[in-house]
Every structure is written in C-alpha cells, then in structure tokens.
C-alpha cells in the first residue's frame, strides 16, 4: 500500500508525541496491524522510526502479541553478542491515545529499506553472491543470538530484513528532496563499490514466539513454512533455519523453492502439492515428526507407512538445475549449505552457531 494513501491513521504530520519528545514528519509505511513514521527525536535531535501498533493488539482482556515483551529481553539479554547489532533494538516505547484507541508505540532506529527495494539495485534483482554472503552471516548471527536469548523469529522474509543507513546524511538528503522524493535506500549508496558494505537488521518481532510460550500453532508465511508446522507437530528454532534456507535461493537466484501448486488440480494452492515438493527435494518426513503432529492432518497427508497420499507425476526433483548463477565449487557448497538448513527433521537441522562454518560462508 502507497504509505501516503488516505486513511485513518493513529497521528498526522506535525504532531508531538511522548510529552512532545518525537515530532511526526511522515508515513513511511503500514502493515496489517501497524503504521510506521519518520519522527524526529527532539532530543538529540535525530531522525528515528516509531512503529505505532493498531489498539487491538494489546488491550485489557486479551494480548494477541508479544511484540513489546520480546523487544524489551531482547534489548537486554545480551548487548555483548555479535549478532546483538542485527536486530532491531527498541529504544524507547509509550502508548498514545487517538481517536482508534490507545496504542503501543515501538521507537527504533530508521533504516533505510529492506531487502525486496535492495534487491532491485542489481541486475534482475540477483544479489550477488559475495554480497549474499555477509548478508546470510549477519542473519544467522542475528539467529543465534535471539535463540540462545530464547525467542523464535518465525517470519523472516525479505520485508522483514532491513539494510542499516550507512549514515545520518542519508535522511537530511531524503527529507531535501521534495520535487523527486524516492525511497530512504535511493540515498543511501552513491557508488555500487558500496553495496558490499551493506549492514542488515532482522526486524518485526509481531509474530515472534519464545522458546516455551508459543503466540500460535501456525506460523511463517505460507511458502516458507517448515515440515513441522503444516503437521502441528512440536516446532521449535529449527523453524527459522528453515524459513532461512527457503529464503536465499529467492535472494540469489531468484528461485523460489516451493509453490503448492500443480497443473493437475488447476494451479491453485494446496498444502498437499507443497508437502510433496518437500518431499521430492528433501524427503522423506519422518516418522517420528509424523506421529508427533496432528492425527487427523497427519492422515490426510500420509499413508500408514508414511508416504504420501496419491501423489501426483512431477518432473524429477533436481536442486541442482535451479540455482543457475552458480558453478563449480561455490555452487556444490552453497548446495551443501541449503541442504543442511532445509532438512525435513527439525532435531537433524543444523542451528545458527553451526551454520556460520558453512563452507559457501567460509570460502
């Protein structure tokens, strides 16, 4: 959605927030159940972004997130951590009342775009491969340190990956330009040589679950969703490496991985043509998971010897034929690597920490 499309928003250009601390520049952007404003911090003075979240989200009879919990033990249980600079950090937080209701209001550090608009910035939105590279080490540093933090992401996806501004000139050059105002991250490189100094973020905890507290039992975007949850059996960080290794590809190559759908049933989705894509690539689910998940979707799915159901012709699964701008050495590990991130059995997936000493990584 345009972030200057009219609507009923939960504050206006110009106004003062916070006992009049964060003056409201413009809309950057809105989601589901959140907007997100360029404020300025009266302060410092710097620029900043305030996520405003809609008031059903947290209220007097039920929380339906744990945005705001999460953010604050994150923002504390380690600082030390290297990964600790690859999320977002809450700076501050309040509540504001309009007309909607009251609201939590999230201050973080502005970044200047995510990784669908940094993408675009190369030749058929490929990020190339040394730039993917230290992207995929700051996220699984990012990984490991909100796991061993006890919390799971559960939605990492390209909008949900934001590239740092590579300084505060990058919002005073934006906020000038008002005859040809482009996104935040048209200024933030002035030279391709720069792109490989790119600095990623791991953002938007709404979905986020902890270790021991899950917020649902389905969770990830759809295409990116691991074995384990389409069958409801127990998940737990090994959903993240999953929805990781779904990921790359798409950044690399432009691959996306699975579609869920077939030619035979008409191309639209169904879980069942999704699991048997998994299969044929990664396969074969365990027996174990399956018995461990619901019965009754187990049972739709599966036969009594763990195979799927009536499973339609496809061509031969090759992993190897979809990765193209690749080759060689670089390609078999980078293969490796995938492999390990999007093994069916969440107990045999590698974690984050194992993850770093990956070979595509290392080499």
């Not at 191309?267 to 299969?279: L, R, S, T």
């Amino acid at each position: 959605m345009d972030p200057n499309t009219p609507s009923t928003d939960p504050v206006h250009p110009n106004q003062l927030l916070h006992n009049n601390r964060y003056h409201v520049l413009e809309k950057l952007g809105c989601g589901q159940y959140s907007t997100v404003w360029l404020v300025r911090d009266q302060t410092d003075p710097s620029h900043k972004a305030i996520k405003i979240l809609h008031p059903e989200c947290y209220n007097s009879t039920h929380d339906d997130i744990f945005e705001l919990e999460i953010m604050n033990h994150l923002r504390t249980a380690n600082p030390q951590h290297p990964g600790y600079q690859h999320i977002s950090i809450l700076l501050d937080d309040f509540t504001h009342v309009s007309p909607l209701g009251t609201h939590v209001c999230l201050v973080l550090d502005l970044m200047a775009e995510d990784l669908r608009n940094f993408a675009l910035f190369f030749k058929s939105a490929k990020i190339p491969n040394q730039i993917l590279k230290k992207i995929t080490r700051q996220l699984l540093l990012a990984l490991e340190y909100v796991h061993a933090s006890g919390v799971i992401h559960t939605d990492i996806k390209q909008s949900n990956i934001m590239v740092r501004m590579r300084n505060p000139d990058v919002v005073t050059r934006y906020l000038a330009d008002t005859s040809n105002r482009l996104s935040l991250g048209k200024y933030n490189f002035k030279d391709p040589a720069e792109f490989s100094d790119v600095d990623v973020v791991l953002c938007d905890w709404g979905s986020a679950s902890w270790v021991h507290k899950h917020l649902t039992s389905i969770i990830q975007p759809v295409l990116l969703r691991a074995p384990e949850v389409f069958v409801q059996a127990p998940w737990g960080i090994g959903v993240d490496i999953w929805n990781l290794g779904c990921l790359l590809p798409e950044l690399l190559d432009t691959v996306r991985m699975f579609n869920g759908r077939a030619d035979v049933t008409g191309g639209v989705y169904y879980v069942k043509h999704h699991v048997e894509e998994i299969d044929a690539l990664f396969g074969p689910f365990p027996p174990e998971m399956l018995e461990a998940g619901d019965q009754d979707i187990v049972q739709q799915l599966f036969d009594e010897d763990s195979q799927i159901r009536d499973p339609i012709e496809r061509p031969p699964a090759k992993l190897e034929r979809w990765i193209e701008c690749l080759d060689g050495v670089e390609k078999e590990n980078f293969l490796s690597m995938l492999r390990s991130m999007l093994t069916i059995d969440p107990k045999r997936r590698m974690t984050a920490q194992s993850l770093q000493g990956a070979l595509w990584l290392t080499t």
